[in-house]
Structures are given as structure tokens and as C-alpha cells.
């Protein structure tokens, strides 16, 4: 597996959750990192990305102030914290790869976050 993405569950409405995602694709230091959701019966959605020395994030709208976006290049991971989660953050959420000029290549497997009101 490329992309090995973990951490979702099921958590109560102002609850938090941290996903994780475990790189062993390349070499992680040199491509930026993104996560992506997708809830029941809708689009998928850009959630965050990180530059590849991660000093660069972007969020949606919807989640600024309540994500924080981080990558370990020692660690080949990056990680999704998410507080004061919603109902509407419900949604399976994947972890892709950044190859550059947010041209995402490689998709991983996607993790499961319910949010219960």
C-alpha cells in the first residue's frame, strides 16, 4: 500500500479526531500532501494541502480554524487534526499525493469519520 491512510471514527458533535497517513511512495520530502473528503450522496472536496517542506497549507473554507494540516518528512506522514468537529465534516476522507502545482497523482484508500449530532 502507497498511501495508508488511518484515524477515523465515529466522535460527537465539538469533538476532535487526528487521521494520519503513511507515505511509502518516492521520496515523501519532495511532494506536497493533500486530503480530500467525500460524504454520502455528494462531491468529493479539497479539504487541505501542504507543501512538500510543509511550510505552505491551504484549507477550505468550510474547516479553517478547526483543521490543522502537518507532515513529518522523517515520519513519511501526514496528518489531519480536526477540532470542534460538525455533523457536515461526516464524510470518507482520503489522503492523496501532490506531485506538484497541486496535480494529485496517487489516492489512498480513505478513512471513515462520523460525526454524531
Known amino acids: 500500500v502507497q498511501l495508508q491512510a488511518s484515524g477515523g471514527g465515529l466522535v460527537q458533535a465539538g469533538g476532535s479526531l487526528t487521521l494520519s497517513c503513511a507515505a511509502s511512495v518516492g521520496t515523501f520530502s519532495t511532494y506536497g500532501m493533500a486530503w480530500f473528503r467525500q460524504a454520502p450522496g455528494k462531491e468529493r472536496q479539497f479539504v487541505a494541502d501542504?507543501?512538500?517542506?510543509?511550510?505552505?497549507?491551504r484549507y477550505t473554507d468550510s474547516v479553517k480554524g478547526r483543521f490543522t494540516i502537518s507532515k513529518d518528512n522523517a515520519k513519511k506522514a501526514v496528518s489531519l487534526q480536526m477540532n470542534n468537529l460538525k455533523p457536515e465534516d461526516t464524510a470518507l476522507y482520503y489522503c492523496v499525493k501532490d506531485r506538484g502545482w497541486h496535480t494529485y497523482d496517487l489516492w489512498g484508500q480513505g478513512t471513515l469519520v462520523t460525526v454524531s449530532s
Open positions: 501542504i507543501s512538500p517542506g510543509g511550510t505552505t497549507t
